[in-house]
């Protein structure tokens, strides 16, 4: 019975995905449950399933090739028996039968030996021989002119006969052994030596170019920042933050929280507790415009911009302000480890009411991050680096950060903004402000 395998759904308001990656060939077997194929939406990548156990007998759509929820992608035999299957599966290697050796006739009508008169009798005498095709000969192509002749090499395992070893002789004027594909062609000049052309450099200057198609991520990343700058009044404010404190604590507690929790203590979750104070003092950052009204949100999923395996995902902490120190950090860790697999959910990519990307991992050390629409906020943290501050009258050197925040100006002004970015920095430089909410 043939089993159809459609594209299911896979997330609210996903039409359509993008085949990414077949995991199994046609004629291969495959178990129900068995991850069948990967395909791409506008959100996420992710796996489908094999509906049932048997053989893929058809693949009905490409790699690339763009299909709607609910269309036909595969044909699966559950009928088959898995040895069947494995075994035509299986390429038989087959070996090409061996060419039957000339014959004496064939040889004799397709060369004439010529040899010094001392050993013509000897050498053209094949009658004896066993195995005539073993000998070294000077072949010379029927229908060419004369060239160098080509040695065929006798085989080592094979010794000619005593009655076949060379006869010594000393003739006046002796030629060496060639073999005439026709009577009528002129004697073989002697050999030349074989010139040796030069190596062609390894190198190549030529200008290349290649034509990659976008995934469907790729596209909806694309579509939806330039939604962000067309539809938004974007505007970035910084500040700077000293991290000493923050690194004394990591570096205090460091062995004793993982011992606990299991997951190393960063830097994340510190900014995440302080971005959720902020928010609440701050509630048109955690908003978001709705044609003429503003709708705040009440409640705080923080997005983590991530770089995943097939471009930027933002994963979202729903609830973060009931999330302890190791939750956050173990779902930073998880969100991380899935997406460099693809192995992310789509309804934990949706949502979110505001965004922290730390272009720090990768060394930046200022820039100016997009908001993730329709969000009204993103924070954009940065590489810690030891610069010269003054303190107390007196020059210092303190671990710093960047920090900027990128705003929708509609709902978000100035002074909200700046305010916003402070009070992160007052948090952070004296996270035990976190814990007492001060």
Known sequence: MIVEMTVPEVGESIQEVEIAQWLKQEGEWVEQDEDLVE?????????????????????????????????VIAEID??????????????????PPPSAPPTHQQRAEAAEIQLPKASVQAETDTS??????????????????????RRVAESPDVQAPPERQPVATTPKSSKPLTVARSKREATPTAPQPVQSKPLAP????????????????????????????????????????????VIKLRTEFRQAFQEQHGVKLGFMSFFIKAAIEALKEFPEVNAEVRGTDVLFHNYYDIAIAIGGGR???????????????????????????????????????TGGTFTISNG????????????????????GMHAIQDRPMARDGQVVILPM?????????????????????????????QPSRIL???
């Open 39 to 71: 395909v791409d939406s506008e959100k996420a990548s992710l796996p489908l399933p094999a509906p049932a156990s048997g053989r893929l007998v058809k693949i009905l759509k490409r790699l690339g090739e763009t299909v709607a929820v609910g269309d």
């Open 202 to 245: 390894t190198t190549s200057t030529a200008r290349e170019e290649e034509l990659v198609p976008m995934t469907m991520i790729r596209r909806r990343i694309a579509a939806r920042l330039v939604e962000a700058q067309q539809n938004s009044a974007l505007l970035t404010t910084f500040n700077e933050i000293d991290m000493s404190a």
């Open 311 to 349: 471009g930027l995902v933002v994963p979202v902490l729903r609830d973060a302000d009931q999330m302890s120190f190791a939750e956050v950090e173990s779902a930073i860790v998880d969100f991380a480890n899935r997406a460099e697999t693809n192995k992310l959910k789509p309804d934990e990519l």
């Open 128 to 149: 004896a021989d066993p195995q005539p095709e073993r000998r070294t000969a000077e072949v010379q192509p029927e229908g060419r002119s004369p060239i160098a002749p």
């Open 360 to 379: 720090g991992v990768y060394g930046s050390l200022l820039s100016t991050p997009i908001v993730n629409p329709p969000q009204s906020g993103v924070l």
């Open 436 to 438: 007492l909410e001060v």
């Open 401 to 429: 950060m960047y920090v900027a925040l990128t705003y929708d100006h509609r709902i978000v002004d100035g002074r909200e903004a700046v305010g916003f970015l402070r009070r992160i920095k007052e948090l952070v430089e």
């Open 78 to 95: 559950d009928a088959a028996q898995r040895e069947q299957a494995e075994a035509g599966a299986q390429p038989v290697a087959t070996e």
